[in-house]
């Protein structure tokens, strides 16, 4: 049974930390960048709206995208990637990294249970357990990364289950506990 094909680290693009720090890249995101299917799921190669990925990015169709774009969330760029099937060919449809740039300072660091990176003060090693701030939160900011923890996209939940009511294929949700 065919399923959402996986995707490998994203090629193409020098520095892929600074999308997670939030950088903007919109003018500067170079045409060669792409994805490509991973190899390790040679049964999954759905085209979906949404890729799993290795950079936790949100890769979403045109359709999701626009759907996306719809709602007008602030300080979030569309970034066009091109992915690759396992034989290396371009898949058809137009692909984009939705890129929330600006990482909002909103974790409660008196709720949350994290161990800090001796490596770099400014961001977590780990989590255990993670609370976010809402008042924190500007409203206008219903997709965005949070400062300290860029791994994962945020998105409100009101967001996230308008997204999975309107039927695309590939996304999940995990709430935050």
Excluded at 109 to 130: G, K, P, Q, Y
Aim: net charge negative; proline share 5%.
């Amino acid at each position: 049974m065919k399923r959402g094909a996986a995707l490998t680290d994203l090629k193409g693009v020098d520095k892929v930390y600074e999308l997670n720090d939030g950088e903007s890249y919109e003018h500067r995101f170079p045409t060669s960048a792409a994805f490509r299917f991973n190899p390790e799921f040679k049964r999954d190669t759905e085209l979906v709206d949404s890729f799993l990925n290795v950079n936790g990015m949100l890769v979403c169709s045109q359709r999701l995208k626009d759907f996306i774009a719809s709602h007008q969330p602030s300080k979030v760029e569309y970034l066009p990637v091109a992915i690759h099937d396992l034989k290396g060919k371009v898949v058809c449809a137009p692909y984009f990294i939705v890129h929330p740039i600006d990482p909002v300072d909103c974790i409660d660091l008196a709720t949350s249970d994290v161990v800090w990176s001796e490596l770099d003060s400014t961001t977590f090693l780990f989590v255990r357990h993670l609370e976010i701030d809402a008042a924190k939160v500007p409203a206008d900011r219903i997709l965005f990364r949070a400062k300290a923890h860029n791994e994962e996209t945020i998105l409100r939940r009101e967001f996230a289950l308008a997204i999975a009511q309107a039927g695309f294929t590939g996304t999940g949700w995990m709430e935050i506990a």
